[in-house]
């Protein structure tokens, strides 16, 4: 079983730049979470997709879009660069379900880092 | 005042010891508490989750809900340097939704 895999590793934007990042969920999972994290910051919730439709959203400007496609692989896109989105983009997939608690589990994020 | 707030620390104590890490959180709501580790340049992964107030234990680890203060904690017993990393403390905003809201995070060393 596959891991909840993120591409790329690190990128380097300049500022008004647009950016997109992708995640591969892991298997039998068809929910993805995105958050972000700034250096020496616990993450944020960005926004959440499930079955391909936006379920919830954090208080992130509409810049900040995504899409999900019909293998529940997702894309996080930020337009208009901000020095202030330099951060850790993580990626986390999950399986909702009938059972007590189901575990997001998280990818090892993509390092942005805007000039 | 942030949703949940956590001490960044740092941290630093001697292997073997007990580890103590806290968090407090506002907004009473129907809620999971979770506690994630971090390694350095990876992804958070899961401790463990509770939703009762009490203690639940999983080997050297034991998580604790007060909700009449709104406190959690996270006890690491018989520390080991491999536990160095950050701590993050997290609350789900319902059963189900997986739209975390998390703490700072503490970043945690064990010294040999």
């Known amino acids: 079983e596959t891991g909840v895999t993120q591409s790329p590793t690190h990128l380097i934007k300049t500022r008004g730049q647009q950016v997109t990042l992708r995640c591969s969920s892991q298997?039998?999972?068809?929910?993805v979470s995105w958050y972000q994290q700034a250096l020496g910051q616990g993450p944020q919730f960005i926004f959440q997709?499930?079955?391909?439709?936006?379920?919830g959203r954090g208080n992130f400007p509409p810049r900040f879009s995504g899409l999900q496609f019909p293998n529940y692989s997702s894309e996080l896109n930020v337009n208009a660069l901000e020095l202030d989105d330099s951060a850790l983009y993580l990626c986390?997939?999950?399986?909702?379900?009938?059972?007590?608690?189901?575990?997001?589990?998280f990818g090892p994020g993509t390092r942005l880092t805007v000039l | 005042q942030k949703e949940v707030e956590q001490d960044p620390g740092p941290l630093s104590v001697p292997e073997g010891a007990i580890v103590s890490l806290n968090c407090t959180y506002s907004n009473s709501a129907f809620q999971y508490f979770m506690w994630y580790r971090q390694y350095s340049r990876k992804g958070p992964e899961l401790l463990m989750y509770?939703?009762?107030?009490g203690n639940k234990e999983d080997g050297r680890f034991t998580a604790q809900v007060d909700k009449s203060s709104k406190y959690i904690s996270l006890f690491i017993r018989d520390s080991q340097p491999s536990d160095s990393a950050t701590y993050l403390c997290a609350k789900d905003l319902r059963q189900g939704a997986q739209k975390l809201v998390f703490g700072q995070g503490t970043r945690l060393t064990i010294n040999p």
């Open positions: 298997s039998g999972h068809n929910t």
């Open positions: 986390a997939s999950s399986s909702p379900g009938a059972t007590d608690y189901n575990e997001q589990f």
């Open positions: 997709y499930y079955r391909e439709e936006e379920n």
């Open positions: 509770t939703y009762s107030s």
